[in-house]
T-cell receptor
């Protein structure tokens, strides 16, 4: 069964304290893995798509990496405005119309 | 104009009311989705429309009725809801046939059933 597991469920960091969020996935043929940021009461905001193992994408303090079983979202020197829930989703090659989402990691960055 | 627009942003309705949620996308996508987001749960896929045809219906109760009149508009008609239906309802769109297949979301409708 296709599924996505994110860890940790919640993460508290001090401003400037770098860390990583994990997304483990099981899918019968990965077409794409997606990272989103979601602020309270708002819709998810698209961050990155990764298509193949070894691929990396960067945006400001965020860097996403992909292996055959998991993806990491590395946050370097985070700021309080990076506080949000980060969601991971996968899409399978056999069904382009479906996205499987994890439960998310709630990140809190303290000044 | 933002990519995916949902209205209303907030809705309070009684269990005997009938209301509709609206979603409009300006991205030229040909697939649209309704998701339900409850506290501490993954996003739950409710319906998928591709080229205006419903292609996914994940055992959603009949009190939720989707409608997709064209590739830019999606509705979710609500009637006789239960308090456990209170949640954030998210609309999304994508273009599965393109190289970039990511979905883009609207801001959601926060629904409270009283």
């Amino acid at each position: 069964e296709d599924q996505v597991t994110q860890s940790p469920e919640a993460l508290r960091l001090q401003e400037g304290e770098s860390s990583s969020l994990n997304c483990s996935y099981t899918v019968s043929g990965l077409r794409g893995l997606f990272w989103y940021r979601q602020d309270p009461g708002k819709g998810p905001e698209f961050l990155f798509t990764l298509y193949s193992a070894g691929e990396e994408k960067e945006k400001e303090r965020l860097k996403a990496t992909l292996t055959k079983k998991e993806s990491f979202l590395h946050i370097t020197a985070p700021k309080p405005e990076d506080s949000a829930t980060y969601l991971c989703a996968v899409q399978a090659v056999y069904n382009f119309n479906k996205f499987y989402f994890g439960s998310g990691t709630k990140l809190n960055v303290k000044p | 104009e933002t990519g995916v627009t949902q209205t209303p942003r907030h809705l309070v309705m009684g269990m005997t009311n009938k209301k509709s949620l609206k979603c409009e996308q300006h991205l030229g996508h040909n697939a649209m989705y309704w998701y339900k987001q409850s506290a501490k749960k993954p996003l739950e896929l409710m319906f998928v429309y591709s080229l205006e045809e419903r292609v996914e219906n994940n055992s959603v109760p009949s009190r939720f009725s989707p409608e997709c009149p064209n590739s830019s508009h999606l509705f979710l008609h609500l009637h006789t809801l239960q308090p456990e239906d209170s949640a954030l309802y998210l609309c999304a769109s994508s273009h599965p046939g393109l190289t970039n297949t990511e979905a883009f979301f609207g801001q959601g409708t926060r629904l409270t059933v009283v």
